[in-house]
């Protein structure tokens, strides 16, 4: 279970059912890496996967941290494009992250 936190408070709760993973949405409206950052420095043993306005503009920097086990984005698999069966667009972007993720953890 990867529960989604935004507060310290939810973090300990978090913590207190014995997780060291959670999912950190709305990730850029509260806050981004930075604050991921802030939460990262008190909370040393958790890590965190970011879903909320990541894209492939910003998510190279929240790979590169290493309190970033993974993120999540939708701007990938985007329903217009599902609807209108682009499924080459798709797979362009899925394999535009993957090497990106290729790029940044090897």
């Not at 965190?48 to 306005?53: E, K, L, V």
């Not at 797979?91 to 940044?104: D, F, L, N, S, W």
């Amino acid at each position: 279970m990867t529960p989604g936190v935004c507060t310290p408070s939810e973090i300990e709760g978090a913590m207190e059912l014995g997780l060291d993973v959670v999912k950190f949405f709305p990730a850029e409206p509260a806050g981004g890496l930075p604050m991921i950052k802030a939460l990262a420095g008190p909370y040393v043993g958790l890590k965190f996967m970011p879903t909320g306005g990541i894209n492939a503009k910003n998510v190279r920097d929240y790979l590169a941290y290493n309190k970033i086990i993974a993120c999540g984005g939708s701007w990938m698999v985007k329903g217009d494009l599902i609807r209108e069966g682009k499924f080459d667009e798709i797979e362009r972007m899925v394999r535009e992250a993957a090497g990106i993720v290729k790029e940044i953890r090897g």
